[in-house]
């Protein structure tokens, strides 16, 4: 079982003071520390360390980090774009609904805003499914931008900018535009960050409760087999010219966890912007990795 997560009112005063002082930025590849002892199983699947990750990537330019949590045993193709920042797009929902959860903007995951054309007019690559009031729980599965823009604005930066201190997520940066700044490239983090995050927030270790945490692992949850259980959120986003595509997330099979980060970078279009492309690369990776069966 996790170790438990920190109580709900040192965590908001954590963020009030952090706010006042920002720590140092971490290096873009950090280790996070060992938080896993408790999953840990010797019957759960090793990394295997000469499987041939780059096989994914023929005619592609990305990244792929994959981590043991018990055994502190990581797998990554291309080291160099692994430690590089780049915008978190959606993924960030992961790290955003757990402060508005943790802050009272959404008292819980039912929190219904009503969809305002004149607020944030419909675009037209929008799905259909955004041009209608959401809850936390389907804009977090649906991806909806608007929503959480909305919660950003509810926020304010000062608040903001103390979670991007308090978890040590990416270069911990609120750009110009509060309901932008995850979108514009202001916010970055690497590959080995996201997967060092994910790790924290599986063991229990960010300030939030564990109420909340399991609210946004559900959200998380894509499907699974058997034994196995696949976790994700998907992103999309331009920088410097290029399209990001992101899916980071969790597998947990055999009594362990396997926190993973992929990221796509190519021109507009293409397998940097498909979810499906990027889930069946994620599933392939994994089982070459040896971590799906």
Known sequence: MPRPAFPVAPALLALLLVAACRPSNPAPDAASPDTSASWASDTAPRLRHNAPLD?????????????????????????????????????????????????????????????????????AWWPDTWTQDQTLGSAFRRSVVWYYQELARRLGPARAQAWLDTLGYGNRTVGPQVDRYWLDASLRISPNEQVAFLDRLWSGHVPATLAHAAAVKTFMRLGGGPDWTLYGKTGTGSQDGRQMGWLVGVVERGGAYYPYALLHEGPPGGEAWSRELRRAKVERLLRTAGVLP
């Open 55 to 123: 096989t994914a990537f023929a005619g592609t330019t990305g990244a792929f980090v994959v981590l043991d949590a018990a055994r502190r045993d990581t797998l990554r193709h291309d080291a160099a774009r692994s430690r590089t920042r780049y915008l978190p797009a959606s993924t960030y929902k992961i790290p955003h609904s757990l402060l508005a959860l943790e802050a009272g903007v959404a008292p819980d995951t039912s929190l219904r805003i009503a969809y305002d054309d004149a607020r944030d007019p419909a675009q």
